[in-house]
Each structure stands twice: as C-alpha cells, then as structure tokens.
C-alpha cells in the first residue's frame, strides 16, 4: 500500500509512556527488534519467537482461558521473554521473565494470564531478572539455552542474571 496516496502514516505499535524522550510520529513505540522467546517444555528450552505474536510451536491451535481448573490435565510450560542490549564490551542478554502457562494439547485448551506475559515481557525490555517462578531444573535449561545460543552474550551478562540462574 502506497502511503503517499493519502497522505497518511502507517501507524506503529505505539505504548504511551511518560518517559519519552522524543516527540512526533511514534513517540512511544516500543522496539520489539531486541525482544526474543525461549520456551521451557518438559525437558528442553529452545528459541521460539512465534510467542511474541502468541503463536509459538505450544501456543498454536490452543484456546487459552484464565482459570487454571479448566486445564486439569494441562503440562507447565514457560515463555522466557529476553531482551537483549549492548553497551561498550558488547551484546549482552540485559532482561529476562518467566510467564507460567499450562497446555493440553489433547484438549486443545491451555491456561495463562495475558496481562502478566505482558507486564513481564515490560520488565524484561527494562532489564529486570525475574525468574523466581521457575525450579532450579527449569534455570539449569535456561541457562544452558542462553549459553548455546550466544556464549558471548551469556559471559557479557550482569552478574545478577548469572546468579539468578546458578
């Protein structure tokens, strides 16, 4: 589409917030270019950015609902929003949030609260580490997921990031 027809602007994912630092067309947008997935499923963690569009290999043909009773036999999983910065010793792997979800593939139902993905994918974009929800099976793949995919990444790192995933 032509934009110079109308004279019109295409929009961009625009998020008001009272800390911007510019103004004019898509003052507040977020850039979700440094944001990725890695999911925890069973066994294993693995990159999967269809999440950011709730469409990743476990989301996908799954109805979501918000109460956990209606999942009875759904399996844990986790999206792990990470956000990756860079400063003068290079990339590094800045924020990171776990958001808890149950699928039932069977089912075709899973749980998760979108409000929660949504303020934890925030956190994770403003450099926090929140990793409290998962045990130290599911940190131990984390981890290992962030090492195999960029060692450098992992070794330029806040030391709280390390920690929390020892």
Known sequence: MDTSEKGKKLNALNIVSGTVNHKGFGAGSIDLNNVSSIIIDGDEAYVDNGALHAKSKVEKRIKFVTSKDEVPNGRKCFIVWVAVDKNETGSYYGGVAACEMLV???????????????????????????????????????????VEFNETWWNNS?????EALA
Do not use: T
């Open 158 to 162: 806040s030391d709280q990031l390390k």
């Open 104 to 146: 039932d593939p069977e089912a075709r139902r899973g749980w998760k609260i979108l409000a929660d993905h949504v303020n934890r994918m925030d956190k994770a974009m403003k450099r926090q580490v929140l990793v409290e929800n998962l045990d130290e099976r599911e940190k131990a793949l984390l981890k290992q997921a962030l």
